[in-house]
Each structure stands twice: as C-alpha cells, then as structure tokens.
C-alpha cells in the first residue's frame, strides 16, 4: 500500500494542532493542561473526551477512542489515512509528493479526477442557468422566487440536452472511465454516450469540505421521475452526506432542522434559517443521525 514518508506525515501533523481541529467539531473547554467535550463518537451528558494540546492526542474516558489528529478525521470524516493527510496538506497548503503508481493509489487517482468532473459539471451547469435558451428553468427560478445570491450560494444550474455535457467533459480533456464513474453519463447498448441528466433543474451535492460530490436533477415539466440522482461511486455515498451540510456547517450546527429535500433546505436558507439540512435518502435513519453526530456536533435536531 503506498503511503507518504514518515518525514511528510509529521510536517503535516506538527502543522495543524489538534485543539484548531477537534474544535471544528467538537465544543471544547480549557480544564487544567488539556480540553474537554462532549464526545462525537458515542452519547454522554457529561463531557469525557479529552484533548492535549501538549501531547497533541485526543482520548475519551467513556468509549476508550483515542489517538492523533489524523486518528480523528478518519474516524470523524468515515475516510482513509492518506485521505486524511490529504485534508490537513491542504489545509496548511503543504504540497504532496505525487504517491507510487499502484493499485491503491490509481483508486485514489481516479476518485481526484472524479471530483474534478463533478467540479467542472457543477460550473458548466450553473452557466447554462443565465443562457437564453434555459428559459424553463429561469422561469421556475422566478415563481419560486430565488435570489440571485441563493442562485450562486447553492450553484443551481441547468443540464443541457442529450450528450452536450458529455462533449464539454471531452473537450476538457477527462477520458471515458473518469466520466462514466461520476455517473453524469451512461453509455447506451450502442456504445454511444448519453447524459444522465437532461433538461432539469440542478442541485450540487458538496461533502462537509465542499467538494462536489454528486447531483440531483429536477425535472420541470409532468416528466417522470420528478427527481433523478447520481449513483453510488467513489467518492459518494448517500448514507455519510447530507445535502446543505457544507453550507450548515458555517453556522451554529449545535441544533439542526432536517426536512425532506433540496428545495426545503434552500427555500429556509433564503429566509436566514442555516442550520438546516436534508437527508439523501428515502427516510431519516440511524446512518443519518450518525452522520450529524459525527460532523455537525448536533445533538437536538428536529425533522
């Protein structure tokens, strides 16, 4: 399995201190040498998790999880180390050595292409919104009486027809397995190459650090199905995200209102309620409290 040296891992480690990081999830407070929380990885009413800014170690005395500040975004996060190492490189704008080309590592290859396709999509679509011919999309935009900044804040946008997104994707310069694994395209029993979506309104999905993830597209007309959504892949799973997340995470996360979709959530966010979010699956389950346990620190939420 590749890894980073180890001379690499503790030049990211020294330059982002564990308090700065855990404090991004956890509300902590200064008693005697070290800081204390309510644990994020199990309920408790009295705060046993402890951080040491000396040691620069986290442990909590009531389920026992302990270690550094990658041992907790993995675990906070639901990532890997090297994705871990990753986060905070970026975060102290350390640049990485490129890792050996093996099976692992072409995974990991693949998963950062991926983000770009979404990332580029996200902006193409976006554009297509304000174009002459998205006259459909402009005028739901107007009957539901969404602001320009809400416009920008979300990245609404508007898929295209047939395969135009695709072209966009190949003049850009992403090859076929990149493309196909985001799940914007489908290649048909004639090997042609289709957009998944299609004329619809469209809703970005960003994970809790604001990379594009995934899409959902609505329809705006009687088509059916009314909402389409990307599938499963690499860098997406639906029961460890929450649409909105990122933008709720910028506010008091401490109490969350969770509706039902991605209208909700924005229709609230223009009327200045933030701390709201919405699940990406059918009904709110376990795996979704989990995921608000772990990456909103809520621990009262409403649906």
């Known amino acids: 399995m590749p890894r980073y040296s180890d001379e690499i891992i503790d030049e990211v480690r020294q330059t982002n201190d564990i308090v700065d990081i855990i404090s991004q999830y956890v509300h902590l407070k200064r008693s005697g040498r070290n800081f204390f929380g309510l644990c994020p990885f199990h309920n408790e009413k009295s705060p046993s998790f402890s951080v040491s800014p000396d040691k620069q170690i986290f442990h909590c005395f009531g389920c026992g999880v302990g270690g550094n500040v990658f041992t907790f975004l993995t675990k906070i996060e639901g990532i890997s180390f090297i994705e871990a190492v990753q ?42 919104l304000y174009k002459p011919e998205s006259k459909i999309v402009q005028e739901y935009i107007k009957k539901r009486k969404l602001s320009n900044e809400t416009l920008k804040s979300f990245r609404l ?25 985001s799940g914007l395209v489908n290649r048909n029993d004639n090997g042609r190459y289709i957009d998944r979506y299609r004329n619809r309104l469209m809703f970005p999905i960003c994970d809790a650090r604001g990379r594009v993830i995934a899409f959902g597209g609505r329809v705006l007309d009687d088509s059916k199905p009314k909402y389409i959504n ?11 995200n929450l649409f909105g997340l990122n933008v709720a995470k910028k506010g008091d996360t401490k109490k969350l209102l969770i509706v039902e979709g991605y209208m909700d959530v924005i229709s609230l966010h223009q009327r200045g309620i933030t701390n709201v979010v919405a699940p990406l699956r059918n009904s709110f389950n376990s795996a979704t409290r989990l995921v608000i346990k772990k990456k909103c620190r809520a621990n009262n939420f409403k649906f």
């Not at 695709?166 to 694994?181: R, S, T």
Request: charged letters at 30%.
């Open 87 to 128: 986060t905070l490189a970026e975060r102290s704008n350390i640049q990485l050595p490129t890792l050996e080309n093996t099976i692992d590592s072409a995974k990991e290859e693949l998963k950062a292409k991926v983000l770009k396709v979404n990332e580029f999509t996200a902006q193409y679509y976006h554009e297509n």
């Open 157 to 181: 946008g508007f898929s295209g027809r047939f395969d135009e997104l695709y072209h966009a994707l190949k003049k850009e310069g992403f090859q076929d397995a990149e493309i196909l694994e």
């Open 230 to 240: 990307s599938p499963e892949n690499l860098v997406y799973s639906k029961g460890r």
